[in-house]
């Protein structure tokens, strides 16, 4: 195999997998029988989302509106809070197990207490999104800054450089591969509380028609629902990993 061809089969083997994944998933359902209220496959899937593709886009928009805008917050909260943890093994020594207690608490616990606060809609979800997104925001880019080279940071003082300028010209750019990686993990994050909090307490979004399908035994439209989401999380982790090409690029030289 030359060059030239392994570099085409590498840029086709993501859509292969996948195609080969539905296929497997299609042939099992139609060799095995497996009832359509049990498990659909694709072709019904498809053929739902079709059916009501206008219920489904509805939906799917307001679910990407809440998981944006909770991923947004996320950034700039999970960034700041990244940065004073990194910055000051002080800081990071009290705040570590508050941010980890805080973490292990499941969310979907904490969607009936945003509720009370703020209502049934679109707040909770957002908030949601925000509260599972940010933590390995603030974990991956605290490690990046308090991981820098003691030796490192002693040639800069010995230049004269104090501890904002260490951090603005050494230690922020050495977090970013953190950072880039940390939101590939966290935008997926942001979908899954966003949909949490829409099945639990919302009447609109992709959540919301799930619940509403399932509880008619509509099961198609669920698993309808289920690509679409699962297909706007590839393309906003598509997105993020070429924006971590762009800024970051420089990191991923050796893996290349």
Same mark, same amino acid.
Do not use: Q
């Given at each position: 195999m030359n060059r030239h061809t392994a570099a085409v089969m590498n840029?086709?083997?993501?859509? =292969?997998? +996948?195609?080969?994944?539905?296929?497997?998933?299609?042939?099992?359902?139609?060799?095995?029988?497996?009832? +359509?209220?049990?498990?659909?496959?694709?072709s019904d899937a498809l053929a739902a989302l079709i059916k009501d593709f206008d219920g489904i886009w509805f939906n799917a928009r307001h679910t990407l509106f809440t998981t944006l805008c909770g991923?947004?917050?996320?950034?700039?909260?999970?960034?700041l809070l990244g940065i004073v943890v990194g910055a000051s093994s002080a800081v990071y020594r009290a705040l570590n197990p508050l941010l980890v207690g805080f973490n292990s608490v499941p969310k979907v616990?904490?969607?009936p207490i945003l509720v009370l606060w703020f209502?049934?809609? +679109? #707040?909770?979800?957002?908030?949601?999104?925000?509260?599972?997104?940010?933590f390995p925001i603030t974990v991956n880019v605290a490690t990046g800054i308090? +991981?820098?080279?003691?030796?490192?940071?002693?040639? =800069?003082?010995?230049?004269?450089?104090?501890?904002?300028?260490?951090?603005?010209? #050494?230690g922020l750019p050495r977090?970013?591969?953190?950072?880039?990686?940390?939101?590939?993990?966290?935008?997926?994050?942001?979908? #899954?509380g966003a949909v949490i909090s829409e099945t639990v307490a919302s009447n609109v979004g992709i959540?919301?028609?799930?619940?509403?399908?399932?509880?008619?035994?509509?099961v198609p439209l669920v698993f309808a629902a289920l690509l679409v989401i699962a297909a706007m999380g590839v393309v906003m982790y598509g997105i993020t990993a070429l924006l971590e090409k762009r800024y970051a690029g420089w990191a991923m030289r050796k893996r290349r």
């Open positions: 840029k086709l083997s993501p859509w =292969l997998a +996948t195609l080969g994944f539905f296929l497997i998933w299609e042939a099992s359902c139609r060799v095995f029988s497996i009832p +359509t209220f049990v498990l659909p496959a694709p991923f947004a917050v996320a950034i700039v909260f999970g960034l616990a904490l969607v209502g049934i809609g +679109t #707040v909770p979800a957002i908030i949601t999104a925000f509260l599972v997104a940010f308090a +991981t820098m080279e003691p030796e490192l940071r002693d040639v =800069l003082r010995s230049l004269g450089a104090g501890r904002i300028a260490i951090l603005t010209k #050494v977090s970013l591969p953190y950072f880039f990686a940390s939101l590939k993990v966290a935008i997926t994050l942001a979908f #899954v959540g919301y028609l799930m619940m509403s399908a399932s509880a008619t035994f509509l």
